[in-house]
């Protein structure tokens, strides 16, 4: 079956078949391959690229940044102080003048509500880069390093362990859902993911063959697992809740134990960073032979390059 993204917004996984994120995930592996052989095929050559960002950003904004030089084109840092996106002028407005300027948006930020309508609005692709809601680029960087290390990853068991409804797992679980990863989610009850979000997974693993499992049981949860994933305990602007999270997600820290109850000698530990070493993660599990961290993070360069490519580029 022929792919053809050219034009799309990338804003959650949900707008995506198991086809189409199996077609980034490979086209990222392709122009990594490429990119390390020195072989640079300027894809988006004279396009420009409006980065905005309302929350800060390593990897992402880097990841933006270089996918667009590497392949030709012009990003433009616009930080919250920079544009009036929200405040003096609407999101609607905003984009409909970013979108006569530039071939494409990126969004990192608070609302899910605002990308959707740069992407509504601006008549050019929006790609998503964080929201509260959700976070698919990081997803694709996900599910590259996974079949880099397993080849294959429909049918593999997947096991979240922390907060149960942050936009990790609301991501992590729609993703393996459409392309038939048996997700887990190990998380206190308090913490669990949002029921609706829930059926709505279920329903795509009735056709992906994936399973979705939350359960309070952190040590069930990892037994078989062929991937641990957490997160920080505190996400960006939920600072006020620290201590009570940290109270009760202690017992979901991911230690030594935790890897040693799957079973398996070939578990990976998996986390988006930046990590809070000691909490949600030990430093010996995150610095250990398991974790392929630093390679997910690297990857979130390669598959967001491949979302720039496929939804924007030329020659494709």
Request: net charge negative; charged share 30%; proline share 3%.
């Amino acid at each position: 079956m022929s792919i053809n993204l050219k034009g799309r917004s990338f804003l959650t996984l949900k707008d995506y078949s198991a086809e189409e994120i199996e077609y980034l995930i490979d086209l990222a592996i392709d122009l990594k391959e490429k990119k390390k052989k020195g072989i640079f095929e300027k894809h988006l050559l004279n396009k420009n690229v409006a980065l905005i960002f309302e929350k800060p950003s390593t990897r992402t904004r880097c990841s933006f940044t270089v996918g667009c030089v590497d392949e030709g084109a012009h990003p433009e840092y616009l930080s919250k102080d920079d544009i009036q996106l929200g405040h003096k002028e609407t999101v609607e407005d905003t984009a409909r003048v970013l979108g006569r300027m530039f071939d494409g948006i990126e969004f990192r930020g608070f609302s899910q509500d605002t990308v959707e309508k740069l992407a509504k609005y601006s008549g050019v692709p929006v790609w998503n880069g964080l929201t509260d809601e959700d976070h698919p680029t990081q997803v694709l960087a996900d599910f590259m390093t996974m079949k880099e290390k397993f080849g294959n990853i429909k049918g593999l068991k997947f096991v979240y362990c922390g907060d149960g409804r942050n936009n990790m797992s609301n991501a992590l679980m729609i993703g393996c859902s459409k392309i038939g990863v048996n997700y887990v989610v190990a998380s206190p009850k308090s913490l669990f993911p949002d029921e609706n979000l829930v059926e709505l997974c279920k329903k795509y693993g009735e056709e992906s063959g994936a399973s979705i499992t939350v359960t309070d049981d952190i040590l069930k949860a990892v037994e078989g697992a062929d991937v641990i994933y957490t997160d920080v305990w505190v996400s960006m602007g939920e600072e006020a809740k620290t201590e009570e999270r940290l109270k009760i997600l202690k017992p979901y820290q991911v230690n030594e134990g935790v890897m040693k109850a799957t079973g398996k000698e070939s578990t990976i530990f998996m986390h988006c960073l930046p990590a809070v070493r000691g909490n949600e993660v030990t430093n010996e599990v995150l610095e250990g032979p398991s974790s392929v961290v630093f390679d997910e993070a690297e990857n979130r360069m390669h598959t967001i390059k491949a979302v720039m490519v496929a939804t924007l580029g030329e020659n494709i």
